[in-house]
């Protein structure tokens, strides 16, 4: 043995330099996991190393944190359920050095652990409680123990009130973000308590809160605020802003979308002071006027502003045009009233614009996008989804003139093989949207496969034209995809399958309605894309147990999966179970499945934390059964919608609901 | 009125003397009394500019009718007396000893007479040197028996106690005296005139009042005779020089504890507990608190002061404090370091999760007591807390909640004062009384 150490030259390495080999391995998890398998002190080096960590289950915790000492995050999110023991032991092995805990969409603690944790971890400075919707006052109380807390989030705990904020406000004196975003029960003076006794905030999420003006006056006296967001309060209104003087002077983002009641004379008073305003979203709010825009004409510091779903003018737009600012970031996405001639304005303007978003704008055409391309030229993301009067001449102008894109929304649009082949010039494309772009075929698909080598995202959505060559082509030349939908194209058989598994970054798949696959080209994906985490194969009538079995043995990252529609039987679904990942399952309309069947599945699959099931199943189910998984941390949801009718394939666009993938 | 004695050197002296023997008095609102005293100022020279009206009037007019010269004297004397009862009144809030023990010794003036004539033998000498007037007045006006004549003085000024602070124990209080039976003459008042909403009636109109004072302003109307400063002031049937009978009230209601036929008779003091008794315990509870909807009133003070405190929710702080308005809360803890919102234990119990049943009643038991170390934690640690404490006795919270002490703890009596005194005599003199109510519950000893 002594030998074998010496022998060892990483004995001669320092510590910190392994340790500094191995924070360039932290993206790749199987990296890691190899290397410490590799020998005892690499393993003991590892354990040292790693000061983050995302358990899958409470009851692995135990082992985990004996070997890991120095956790600093940890993650519960994907633990179904959280147990106040689970808490307390958490706070007693990490005492001083837990920095971080997220319990986002981990139901079941309580009041008492979360005080354990708060009163034993001295240091912890983060603390993500969203969506828990129980969560009561008390359990704020217990929070506002954590006296170092600088972050914390409370998103979606709708039963937590004024109190229950302001024990946190006395308590958490250091606090520097907060999110509060549907608190329904927190009003004005929880969070004017809040901006009085926490001096230190600089991001404050206040979205859909019933407050109003009253608490916005101690807001404004914040003196580090930088992110305030105040999406969907309808509370505020121009008439109390315009007793506002100023607003923060220190604001760098705004988010006042949602606010109707918020015109051109009230957000003055809410930025006037903030000349370093860079982020500003006005969202589904007043319409965009000139004498609205003209309130942000002095802000040089602007760069990224977004009107999702304002009604807008011509003047409006023109008049952003005169901004001082050079914008980065323009997204008109389903504006109303956004012509060729206002979105000329803006963009010859505005040269620098990196982002640019004009989805679903109906009425421009191709001379927009003319414009575009010739004054923006260093545009990285162009969103041109269902702009439908854009002819497919005009998509070659996009990969004429901007060749830095990296991303590309083409979805519903007239682009066809022809301008597919001059998109196929970004060569930093990384992800590139066609989905129901009916004009396309493999030929310009070939194009993209040989030219945008970086693509990681590519959405084909009832491309229908679609074939295994196309899929081979982007399968071989871009090797780092992670994420490709081929749902409902209708041609793609295991062929595209077998050329998808030569890529071992894939994480999803979708071939939802791709009837030709089977469990074969399954088996090569499963075998050959070892990080997949997403599955979709409904509506696969091929795929049967013999799919499940080589999914169940090697894709052990699978976390969701969609069989409805298959032809996979209760066997199939039980070999599932050895896959510890797997928390979210869809099974509608599956032929072979039997109650006894389900119930042995749900029993096995520990980890389950939503599945969808015919509501038929509800009542042959056992009702100790559900209510033992619900307790275990599974979520139900069950569905009686009737198997549609075939669709007809001339009229499915007006189906929206199908159209969500 | 035993004030009268202290307050005959300022009538005499001037305004400044009257500051500074008042300043040797403790207890007392600097601020409410200057503003009485600017108040003062202000009358005292209209009055004076009135005069050199009048003065200069007679160098014109020379040779008009005596009845003038009538009015302006009745117009001078009027104001002269407003200024001096306005004086009384703002030395009587100086007297907090002598306020004390008047009610609780001596419910009445008439008893004051006899037993107040040793305790301060100088009391009723300069009051009638003082105010010659109010021994003319009090002309007979009311139809009503002799008892009512009483309230007159007293009554309508004990009902401003009952009015601003609610004394509900004032039964209570009387239990504690031990008057022999037969010292003292027992009076019982029907149903019809307990309940009857005016006590006082104009002879010539008879329009009803509830104030003597009212009656007597109301009369002003009906011709100059009215108008004269005896009958303007107040009556002052017994002068003190002969000692009267005390008078007790029994209720009518046979049976009660209150009838004089009851075996273990208590009689009751004054006209106003007459009245409050026998709406209390007799009669139907017809106001109902509009917030809770649950509690019932026969007496309309009780309403009110039930109302002031009623709410469900009862917004608490670490430091004990509580308060019926969440805002108010919230102010309180915007302003004091280390005071938080203390949350109510049934909501801390927190339901633990159903798959914890293992640990699941342990863990809830201990949320629980966890639960109060935290809030006892919280109020101990912060040092602040006895600086700012507001309100003394925060170590008793069971005699901090009761509606009486709060009352008095909170709202002196002053609040009403800066009105004008003769524009409407009641409020006037329920600051007098008001005042000097407030005062026996901090000077305890």
């Given at each position: 043995m002594k030998k074998q150490k010496q022998d060892n030259p990483f004995n001669l390495v320092a510590e910190e330099i392994i340790f500094i080999i191995l924070d360039l391995l932290n993206r790749n998890s199987l990296a890691i996991k190899s290397f410490s398998l590799v020998c005892k002190s690499f393993y003991a080096v590892e354990s040292k190393h790693r000061c983050s960590l995302k358990p899958l289950r409470q009851e692995r915790l135990p082992a985990l944190l004996s070997r890991y000492p120095n956790i600093t995050h940890l993650?519960?999110?994907?633990?179904?359920?959280?147990?106040?023991?689970?808490?307390?032991?958490?706070?007693?092995?990490?005492?001083?050095?837990?920095?971080?805990?997220?319990?986002?969409?981990?139901?079941?603690?309580?009041?008492?652990?979360?005080?354990?944790?708060?009163?034993?971890?001295?240091?912890?400075?983060?603390?993500?409680?969203?969506?828990?919707?129980?969560?009561?006052?008390?359990?704020?109380?217990?929070?506002?123990?954590?006296?170092?807390?600088?972050?914390?989030?409370?998103?979606?705990?709708?039963?937590?009130?004024?109190?229950?904020?302001?024990?946190?406000?006395?308590?958490?004196?250091?606090?520097?973000?907060?999110?509060?975003?549907?608190?329904?029960?927190?009003?004005?003076?929880?969070?004017?308590?809040?901006?009085?006794?926490?001096?230190?905030?600089?991001?404050?999420?206040?979205?859909?809160?019933?407050?109003?003006?009253?608490?916005?006056?101690?807001?404004?006296?914040?003196?580090?605020?930088?992110?305030?967001?105040?999406?969907?309060?309808?509370?505020?209104?121009?008439?109390?802003?315009?007793?506002?003087?100023?607003?923060?002077?220190?604001?760098?983002?705004?988010?006042?979308?949602?606010?109707?009641?918020?015109?051109?004379?009230?957000?003055?008073?809410?930025?006037?002071?903030?000349?370093?305003?860079?982020?500003?979203?006005?969202?589904?709010?007043?319409?965009?006027?000139?004498?609205?825009?003209?309130?942000?004409?002095?802000?040089?510091?602007?760069?990224?502003?977004?009107?999702?779903?304002?009604?807008?003018?011509?003047?409006?737009?023109?008049?952003?045009?005169?901004?001082?600012?050079?914008?980065?970031?323009?997204?008109?996405?389903?504006?109303?009233?956004?012509?060729?001639?206002?979105?000329?304005?803006?963009?010859?303007?505005?040269?620098?614009?990196?982002?640019?978003?004009?989805?679903?704008?109906?009425?421009?055409?191709?001379?927009?996008?003319?414009?575009?391309?010739?004054?923006?030229?260093?545009?990285?993301?162009?969103?041109?989804?269902?702009?439908?009067?854009?002819?497919?001449?005009?998509?070659?102008?996009?990969?004429?003139?901007?060749?830095?894109?990296?991303?590309?929304?083409?979805?519903?649009?007239?682009?066809?093989?022809k301008g597919l082949k001059y998109i196929s010039r970004c060569s930093e494309l990384s992800s590139l949207k066609l989905g129901i772009c009916l004009n396309i075929t493999d030929e310009g698909l070939i194009h993209i496969g040989k030219g945008c080598s970086k693509l990681v995202e590519l959405d084909l959505y009832r491309s229908e034209e679609i074939t295994d060559s196309a899929i081979l082509a982007i399968a071989q030349g871009c090797p780092g995809l992670e994420m490709i939908n081929m749902a409902y194209c209708k041609y793609i058989t295991d062929r595209s399958l077998l050329s998808l598994s030569k890529c071992p970054q894939l994480k999803t798949l979708e071939s939802r309605g791709c009837s030709l696959i089977t469990s074969l080209g399954l088996k090569a994906v499963a075998v050959g894309c070892k990080e997949l985490t997403k599955l979709d194969i409904k509506k696969c009538h091929n795929i049967d147990d013999a799919g499940m079995l080589p999914l169940a043995r090697f894709s052990q990252n699978l976390r969701q999966i969609n069989l409805s529609h298959s032809s996979v039987t209760d066997i199939g679904l039980l070999s599932l179970s050895s896959i510890s990942c797997l928390q979210n399952m869809t099974i509608l309309h599956l032929k072979g499945l039997t109650p006894a069947g389900l119930a042995a599945v749900l029993l096995a699959c520990g980890g389950l934390k939503k599945v969808k099931l015919q509501a038929t199943f509800r009542w042959l189910l056992p009702l100790r059964l559900v209510q033992y998984l619900e307790s275990r941390g599974c979520m139900f949801q069950w569905k009686d919608k009737v198997l549609q009718e075939k669709l007809d394939p001339k009229c499915w666009k007006l189906q929206l609901e199908d159209l969500m993938p | 009125m035993l004030s009268d004695n202290r307050i005959k050197?300022?009538?005499?002296?001037?305004?400044?003397?009257?500051?500074?023997?008042?300043?040797?008095?403790?207890?007392?609102?600097?601020?409410?009394?200057?503003?009485?005293?600017?108040?003062?100022?202000?009358?005292?020279?209209?009055?004076?500019?009135?005069?050199?009206?009048?003065?200069?009037?007679?160098?014109?007019?020379?040779?008009?009718?005596?009845?003038?010269?009538?009015?302006?004297?009745?117009?001078?004397?009027?104001?002269?007396?407003?200024?001096?009862?306005?004086?009384?009144?703002?030395?009587?809030?100086?007297?907090?000893?002598?306020?004390?023990?008047?009610?609780?010794?001596?419910?009445?003036?008439?008893?004051?007479?006899?037993?107040?004539?040793?305790?301060?033998?100088?009391?009723?000498?300069?009051?009638?040197?003082?105010?010659?007037?109010?021994?003319?007045?009090?002309?007979?006006?009311?139809?009503?028996?002799?008892?009512?004549?009483?309230?007159?003085?007293?009554?309508?000024?004990?009902?401003?106690?009952?009015?601003?602070?609610?004394?509900?124990?004032?039964?209570?209080?009387?239990?504690?005296?031990?008057?022999?039976?037969?010292?003292?003459?027992?009076?019982?008042?029907?149903?019809?005139?307990?309940?009857?909403?005016?006590?006082?009636?104009?002879?010539?109109?008879?329009?009803?009042?509830?104030?003597?004072?009212?009656?007597?302003?109301?009369?002003?109307?009906?011709?100059?005779?009215?108008?004269?400063?005896?009958?303007?002031?107040?009556?002052?049937?017994?002068?003190?020089?002969?000692?009267?009978?005390?008078?007790?009230?029994?209720?009518?209601?046979?049976?009660?504890?209150?009838?004089?036929?009851?075996k273990k008779f208590q009689p009751l003091k004054t006209i106003l507990c007459v009245k409050n008794h026998y709406k209390r315990t007799h009669c139907d509870k017809s106001y109902i608190c509009s917030r809770c909807n649950t509690k019932k009133f026969s007496v309309i003070a009780d309403l009110k002061t039930h109302e002031k405190h009623c709410g469900k929710d009862k917004w608490l702080c670490s430091c004990g404090t509580t308060f019926s308005r969440k805002d108010k809360l919230f102010g309180h803890i915007a302003l004091f370091q280390g005071h938080t919102p203390a949350i109510p234990l049934e909501e801390a119990k927190a339901p633990a999760g159903p798959s914890d049943q293992g640990d699941g009643n342990q863990s809830t038991n201990k949320v629980g007591s966890m639960n109060f170390n935290f809030s006892s934690n919280v109020s101990s640690e912060s040092e602040v807390q006895s600086s700012t404490d507001i309100k003394g006795s925060i170590d008793d919270p069971a005699g901090y909640f009761s509606p009486l002490s709060f009352d008095t703890c909170n709202f002196g009596g002053f609040h009403e004062f800066p009105r004008p005194p003769f524009d409407d005599s009641e409020s006037s003199l329920a600051f007098l009384l008001s005042g000097s109510c407030n005062y026996p519950q901090k000077s305890e000893d």
């Open positions: 993650d519960l999110t994907l633990c179904s359920r959280v147990s106040d023991a689970s808490l307390s032991l958490v706070s007693h092995s990490c005492a001083s050095s837990l920095r971080s805990i997220d319990f986002s969409r981990t139901p079941l603690f309580s009041t008492y652990g979360l005080l354990r944790l708060a009163l034993n971890c001295k240091n912890i400075v983060e603390i993500d409680l969203s969506n828990a919707t129980e969560l009561k006052d008390s359990a704020l109380a217990a929070v506002a123990e954590a006296k170092n807390l600088e972050k914390l989030s409370l998103a979606r705990c709708k039963s937590i009130t004024d109190m229950g904020v302001g024990c946190v406000a006395v308590g958490c004196r250091k606090l520097r973000f907060i999110c509060l975003k549907w608190c329904f029960g927190v009003g004005d003076l929880g969070i004017g308590l809040l901006a009085v006794k926490c001096k230190h905030l600089c991001f404050l999420d206040l979205s859909y809160l019933p407050i109003t003006n009253k608490c916005l006056s101690s807001i404004s006296k914040l003196q580090h605020l930088e992110e305030l967001i105040l999406e969907g309060c309808f509370g505020i209104e121009d008439d109390s802003l315009a007793v506002l003087k100023h607003g923060c002077n220190s604001l760098k983002s705004l988010d006042v979308s949602t606010c109707q009641n918020i015109s051109h004379n009230g957000l003055p008073s809410l930025i006037n002071g903030a000349l370093g305003l860079r982020q500003l979203t006005l969202a589904h709010g007043s319409p965009v006027t000139s004498s609205l825009a003209d309130c942000l004409r002095k802000h040089s510091m602007l760069q990224s502003v977004k009107l999702d779903g304002c009604f807008v003018t011509d003047d409006g737009l023109k008049t952003i045009g005169n901004w001082c600012a050079s914008l980065r970031e323009l997204s008109l996405s389903k504006c109303l009233g956004v012509t060729d001639e206002g979105l000329s304005s803006v963009v010859t303007k505005h040269r620098d614009l990196r982002k640019l978003d004009i989805t679903c704008c109906r009425k421009i055409t191709d001379a927009s996008i003319a414009s575009i391309t010739n004054s923006c030229k260093s545009l990285t993301s162009l969103r041109v989804e269902s702009c439908t009067l854009v002819t497919r001449e005009a998509f070659v102008l996009i990969g004429q003139r901007c060749h830095l894109l990296e991303e590309l929304d083409l979805t519903d649009n007239e682009v066809d093989d | 050197a300022p009538v005499q002296d001037g305004v400044v003397n009257q500051l500074v023997q008042a300043s040797k008095v403790q207890d007392w609102d600097p601020s409410a009394m200057l503003d009485n005293l600017s108040f003062l100022e202000q009358k005292i020279h209209q009055l004076q500019d009135l005069v050199h009206l009048i003065i200069g009037r007679k160098g014109q007019v020379l040779g008009r009718p005596d009845e003038l010269v009538v009015q302006q004297q009745q117009l001078v004397t009027a104001d002269l007396t407003s200024i001096i009862v306005q004086l009384i009144s703002t030395a009587g809030s100086l007297l907090p000893s002598g306020k004390h023990t008047l009610p609780a010794a001596t419910p009445s003036l008439e008893q004051s007479g006899q037993f107040g004539g040793v305790v301060f033998p100088s009391a009723q000498g300069p009051l009638n040197d003082g105010f010659q007037p109010q021994n003319a007045g009090g002309s007979k006006v009311s139809g009503l028996p002799n008892s009512v004549d009483i309230s007159r003085k007293n009554g309508n000024e004990q009902n401003h106690i009952i009015e601003e602070h609610e004394l509900k124990d004032e039964e209570d209080v009387e239990e504690g005296e031990s008057l022999i039976p037969g010292t003292y003459e027992i009076l019982q008042l029907e149903k019809e005139e307990i309940l009857a909403p005016h006590t006082h009636f104009c002879t010539i109109c008879g329009k009803g009042f509830k104030r003597d004072a009212n009656l007597r302003m109301h009369m002003r109307g009906h011709g100059d005779e009215y108008k004269t400063p005896g009958a303007l002031a107040k009556p002052n049937k017994e002068s003190g020089s002969e000692p009267t009978i005390i008078k007790r009230y029994s209720c009518p209601y046979t049976g009660c504890k209150r009838n004089k036929d009851h």
